[in-house]
Each structure stands twice: as structure tokens, then as C-alpha cells.
């Protein structure tokens, strides 16, 4: 009875001495939850439909709420660096060991008033917005749901902050210590993350950067992790966002069993010094010195010209001396401490010097590395140059860009080519002056072990290898969204090309049949199709709050008739017959002999000509790709980059005119273009 005592007159004692925080976090509360709700609904009742003042309600009260987050990011900070501020104080350290309590009744009714400042203002302010909401007639179940599930999500990772800034204060002596202690703890994660994918990517040409490849250690840092949870929540719980919440949860346990040992054995004269505890001191200079004196070689490497080696060893070098020096000259307070304990220093270069040879000298043969064959389950693909322009949209995974896309949604299980090509990137590295007609070929190996490699290759184009990979089923299932979608998720349907767009008033099955039709079609489409004709027609997919759109081909026979017996007439193309005028400009550089001869014959560098006969505009329009597509498959296709071409067209009866880009395919230039603009074979 008597602990329990003293552990509540304790905690109200100590809420007396932190009435600030209190009131700091009723007041940002009360303004962000119950005021902004009834200025939303007054704001918005008369002029904007019901369905939105939902919507901007739910998004100000969810998980995902930009400002609860803040709100809660900024109150662990205050609480993580108030709530034990006494231990920086010789005098109010002696003070507070002098009460008759045990440590950890002290421990416990400090950190549990640090959550208390913030749950008990986040909950009362929370049922004032529920009464605002019903008084209005707003209130509802769902939002219920809402509100209450971003309430134990925001608790959670509030704690988790809060306790990793709690340990910082103990392992600290010094309150402006502490906060350099606290900006680490958050910064460290993503700080060696950063650093370590900008070495992989500068040293190792075949290195992939994955987005998603190192989510399972964002607990390094609490606000990665924080905002990855809230992300994954969809108003249900997922397996993702169980697994996030459950790491946090067991993190957070851990994390307060550290902090109550580390209260229980930090020394009272500590207080005053820069770290409390000796035994961390070389620990935690090494853990910064390392990724400090990585981190500025690297930045030294990538602001030079030509990404000197010299000045990545100068950028080390220098990082290495100050950072070091800096935190002795800290951890002392005495400027003459800076270069102490020399094993500390030959200890931590060595470590650099390995570090730094491992990724210079590629020790392990990381861009050597080939799975072996065998070992190989499936291979996935994703190539540049090729259907650049395709919209990757997915229900599911829309936030995915198209590489990501296509290597976690394709499985080739006959990899012949596919691995060949490999071999031979790696047989045969590219010279610099091939790297112009390259492309870059991402792969993912799912080997049997159920391990995954990636890696990224830049090969010389071979359209033999390409087309017989495009050409496979399993390729064409991962590389087009489109064998993914629901027709239900498809709201509308448009078709257009340059002279005409018309949409579809489909129903579902209208949608169905198109999709099927249409993805019958796409598996039998080649590469030559692709690189010999050019779209007729897009077909334009519109969802809730995306949109993607398909070419159609000369070959799409079935989808050309299906949009016809539809309305849109995909074979209305441009031609000669509605071709207005066509201009060529000729922006090659030329050597001196060149530019000499021209001043001689009066001609200009960057001439450009129009064209009207009607004959020379069809030999010039057989011979042009349209700039976009040449751009979205450099791939395989080749076309003159350095000559341009624009025609003008008419779009309708009433003379409309209309504009597009061109470009000459590779050999195609007809010869009187070639005299009239001066064009030089490239």
C-alpha cells in the first residue's frame, strides 16, 4: 500500500512540474480535432455535398492524417526530451535520489506521464469531435472505426519514439547532448541506408536499388517505420500491418526494459557529463565515425567531375579527422582531447580501410556474380526501351513504379535467352561509345532456395533475344498491367488518335468482351509489329483515381473491329490526303570542313525546310515514326535523333488543324530531303 502510494503522489507531482506540456497538448489538440471538424462542416454544409464533408473528415481523423502524425512525432519529442530532463542536473539529481522511492517506481510514474500528456488530451479532444459529428449528423460507424484504429496506431508508434528519446536521456549527461543523442537515434537508420546505397550503386554497375529492400530493419528508424504502417492501413488490417504493428509492439518492450536498466545502473554523478555511462563512449564513436567518414567520401566522390577516385580518398581522410575529433573534443569538453586514444583511432581506420577496399575492389565479385543455372527457379525481367510509356496501374500495387512492377509479377520459367543475355553483357562490357545504342536489362533471380538476386545490366541491343523473350506468354503476363485488372475497377472507356476520340458508353460485358478480345491479341503481338508499324488507336482505361492507356496495331484486328461496330474508326489514320504541310529541320552537328562548305554555298547549320507537294509529303511520311513512340522504344527501334520533323495536319470538314512530331526511320531519308537540308548519314 505504501508503494502504491508514493508511486501516485510521485506521478501527480511530477504532472504538476510538466502542467506545460499538458496544456500545450490540449490546446494543439483541441484547435486540430474538434475546431477543425466544425469549421470543415460549416465551412463546406451549403456548397459541397455530403459525401465530401465524409471524405475530409475521415482523412482528418485516419491513421494516415498528415497532421495527427506530426501532432504525434512532435509531442514524443517533447515528452522523450522533458520527461527525464532532471538527470542533467547534478542538483536535481541529488534531489530526486534523495526521495524515499525505489528507481523503478521513479522510472515508471515519469514514463508513463509522458504517454498519459499525450492520450489523455488525444482521447478527450476525440470525443469532443464524435459530439461535434453527431450534433451535425455526421457521425457514423465507419468513422467510429477510423478514428479509434488511428488512435492505437498513433499510441503505439508515439511510444515508440518516445522510448528510444528516453533511452537517449539516459545513455546522456548533458541536455544539449541529449538532443544531439535523440536527432541520431531518429537519423541513424536511414542515414547508413542512404550511405549504403549510394555506395552499392557508385561501385557496383549491376547493383538494383529496391524500394521495398530493406523494410524489414525500418525499426532503425521509428519514423520510417511509423510512416510505413500508417501507408499499408486501408481501414483493414493486413498481414503487412500486422507484422509492422507486432515488430513495434515487441521493439517497444524491449526498448523499455533497456531504458529501466539503464536508469537503475546510470551513476548519480553522472549529471553534468557528456555521456553517462564510460563503456558506451567507444561504441557509439565508432558507430558514428564509420558511416560519417563513408558518408563524406562518398559525397566529396559524387560532387567531382568525373567521380575521382582521389577525392573520395580526400572526402574520407577529412570526414574521418573531424568526426572524430569532434566527438572527443564532446565527449571531454576539452579542445586538447581531440586526437586522445590512439588505438581508438588505428581501430576505426582499419575499419574504413576495409570497408572501403570491399567496395572498391569488389572483394565478393558482386557484378560477377551469376546464380548458377541450376539453382535457378524462374527468372524475371523488366527491359528499358520498350514500352516506356506504359502506365502501370494496379488496384493493388499501384504505387509501384514499371521496373518494380513487372520483376515482382513475372515468372520465366524457360530462361534460356534470358540468361544468356546475361552471360554475354558480362563475357563482353560495353565500350563507352556502345553505350548509345544500349539498353538497361533488370533482372531478378527467384532461385529454388527460395533466396532472390537482383541485378542490373546495360547490353548492346540484340533484337533476336528481345523478340524471343517479348514473345513469351509469361513475359507479356508480367510486363502489361492490364491481365491483372477487374472490370469492375474500369469506370470508363475512351479511344482516340490524331484525327478523332470517342467515348464509350459500355456496360460490364461490354468492358469484358473488350479486354478479352483485346489481351488475346497483345499475346500474340511481336516485336516486329511493334517495331515495323505504328498504333493506330490508344485505348484509354479510366479508374477511381487512375488511368492507363494501350496501343492498338495494325495487327489488333479483332480490337479494330470490335471499336468500329462501336463508333470509333481506328483506320481513320493520317495520310497524304490530310496532310497540310510537312517541316524538316536538320539539326546535326557538323565538323569544320563541313561548316566551311556550307558558308561557301550559303546554307546554314540547322536549316529547315517545308514541304507541300503532295507527292514528296507521302514519300516523307512512309519514311517517319512518330517522335513519342521512337522515344518509348529505343529499344529496338532506330530513327534519326537529329532530325526533326513536324506535320501539319487537317483534323476535320471545317479545316481544323492539328500538329505532331516525327522522326525519320534509320535509312529511310528520301534523297532530295538529304540535298535540300544537307543531311549527313549518321
Excluded at 497538448?25 to 470543415?40: E, G, H, Q, S
Excluded at 500528456?117 to 457514423?140: A, D, E, K, R, T
Excluded at 484504429?149 to 518516445?162: E, G, K, P, R
Amino acid at each position: 500500500m505504501t508503494s502504491r502510494n508514493l508511486f501516485s503522489k510521485f506521478l501527480k507531482e511530477d504532472l504538476k512540474r510538466r502542467i506545460w506540456a499538458i496544456a500545450l497538448a490540449f490546446l494543439v489538440l483541441f484547435l486540430f480535432l474538434p475546431v477543425a471538424c466544425a469549421i470543415m462542416i460549416g465551412n463546406y454544409r451549403d456548397v459541397i455535398s455530403r459525401t465530401y464533408i465524409i471524405n475530409s473528415l475521415t482523412n482528418l481523423l485516419e491513421s494516415q492524417s498528415v497532421l495527427l502524425i506530426m501532432i504525434t512525432i512532435a509531442g514524443a519529442v517533447i515528452c522523450g526530451l522533458s520527461s527525464f530532463f532532471y538527470l542533467h542536473s547534478k542538483k536535481k539529481v541529488d534531489l530526486y535520489h534523495s526521495i524515499p522511492i525505489k528507481r523503478e517506481t521513479m522510472f515508471a510514474a515519469c514514463y508513463l506521464n509522458g504517454i498519459l500528456i499525450y492520450i489523455v488530451p488525444y482521447i478527450f479532444n476525440l470525443l469532443l469531435c464524435f459530439i461535434v459529428l453527431q450534433i451535425n449528423g455526421f457521425m457514423s460507424s465507419s468513422i467510429l472505426a477510423i478514428a479509434l484504429s488511428a488512435l492505437v496506431v498513433n499510441l503505439l508508434y508515439y511510444c515508440l519514439i518516445y522510448t528510444l528519446l528516453v533511452i537517449a536521456a539516459m545513455l546522456t549527461g548533458n541536455f544539449i547532448i541529449n538532443c544531439f543523442g535523440a536527432a541520431v537515434f531518429i537519423l541513424y537508420g536511414p542515414m547508413v541506408k542512404l550511405i549504403k546505397e549510394m555506395y552499392f550503386s557508385d561501385f557496383f554497375k549491376t547493383y538494383y536499388a529496391r524500394n521495398d529492400f530493406e523494410s524489414k530493419y525500418l525499426f532503425l528508424s521509428p519514423l520510417g517505420s511509423y510512416v510505413e504502417a500508417v501507408q499499408k492501413i486501408n481501414k483493414v488490417l493486413n498481414k503487412d500491418v500486422f507484422f509492422n504493428i507486432t515488430s513495434a509492439v515487441i521493439v517497444i518492450v524491449l526498448m523499455i526494459g533497456f531504458a529501466l536498466f539503464l536508469y537503475k545502473e546510470r551513476p548519480s554523478e553522472a549529471a553534468g557529463k557528456a555521456m553517462a555511462f564510460s563503456i558506451s563512449k567507444p561504441i557509439i564513436k565508432f558507430l558514428l565515425v564509420i558511416p560519417i567518414t563513408m558518408g563524406g567520401g562518398i559525397i566529396f566522390r559524387e560532387i567531382s567531375y568525373n567521380r575521382a577516385d582521389g577525392w573520395w580518398l580526400f572526402g574520407m581522410i577529412f570526414s574521418f579527422l573531424l568526426s572524430y575529433a569532434l566527438i572527443e573534443i564532446i565527449y571531454n569538453f576539452d579542445i586538447r582531447c581531440a586526437f586522445h586514444n590512439k588505438k581508438h583511432i588505428l581501430f576505426s581506420a582499419i575499419a574504413v580501410v576495409l570497408i572501403a577496399g570491399f567496395f572498391r575492389f569488389d572483394v565478393l565479385r558482386y557484378d560477377s556474380y551469376i546464380p548458377d543455372k541450376a539453382k535457378i527457379e524462374s527468372m524475371s525481367v523488366a527491359i528499358t526501351g520498350v514500352d516506356d510509356d506504359m502506365d502501370y496501374y494496379s488496384a493493388d500495387i499501384r504505387n509501384y513504379s514499371n521496373v518494380s512492377y513487372q520483376l515482382k509479377n513475372m515468372k520465366l520459367t524457360d530462361f534460356d535467352v534470358t540468361y544468356q543475355l546475361v552471360k554475354q553483357g558480362l563475357e563482353k562490357p560495353l565500350k563507352e561509345t556502345e553505350k548509345r545504342q544500349s539498353y538497361t536489362y533488370y533482372v531478378k533471380y527467384n532461385l529454388k532456395s527460395k533466396r532472390t538476386v537482383y541485378r542490373t545490366y546495360v547490353l548492346k541491343g540484340n533484337y533476336d533475344s528481345l523478340k524471343n523473350i517479348f514473345a513469351r506468354k509469361e513475359y507479356k503476363e508480367g510486363h502489361y498491367p492490364i491481365n491483372q485488372w477487374k472490370v469492375q475497377d474500369i469506370q470508363t472507356i475512351s479511344c482516340d488518335n490524331v484525327l478523332e476520340y470517342k467515348k464509350f458508353n459500355f456496360s460490364n460485358e461490354d468492358k469484358q468482351q473488350l479486354l478479352d478480345i483485346y489481351k488475346e491479341e497483345l499475346f500474340t503481338l511481336s516485336l516486329d509489329d511493334l517495331r515495323d508499324t505504328i498504333p493506330l488507336a490508344r485505348i484509354i482505361f479510366e479508374f477511381k483515381d487512375d488511368r492507363a492507356q494501350y496501343n492498338v496495331y495494325p495487327s489488333c484486328i479483332k480490337t479494330i473491329d470490335f471499336l468500329k461496330k462501336h463508333g470509333f474508326n481506328a483506320d481513320a489514320v493520317m495520310d497524304v490526303t490530310n496532310i497540310d504541310e510537312i517541316v524538316v529541320s536538320n539539326n546535326q552537328v557538323m565538323d569544320k570542313k563541313q561548316m566551311d562548305m556550307e558558308r561557301k554555298s550559303q546554307t546554314v547549320s540547322g536549316i529547315t525546310k517545308s514541304f507541300k507537294d503532295k507527292e514528296q509529303m507521302k514519300e516523307i511520311y512512309a519514311a517517319l515514326i512518330p517522335e513519342d513512340y521512337y522515344w518509348n522504344n529505343t529499344g529496338f527501334i532506330e530513327a534519326y535523333e537529329s532530325v526533326n520533323v513536324i506535320v501539319t495536319f487537317i483534323q476535320d470538314e471545317y479545316g481544323n488543324k492539328g500538329q505532331e512530331s516525327f522522326l525519320f526511320k534509320k535509312d529511310q531519308i528520301p534523297e532530295f530531303v538529304k540535298t535540300a537540308l544537307s543531311i549527313k548519314e549518321e
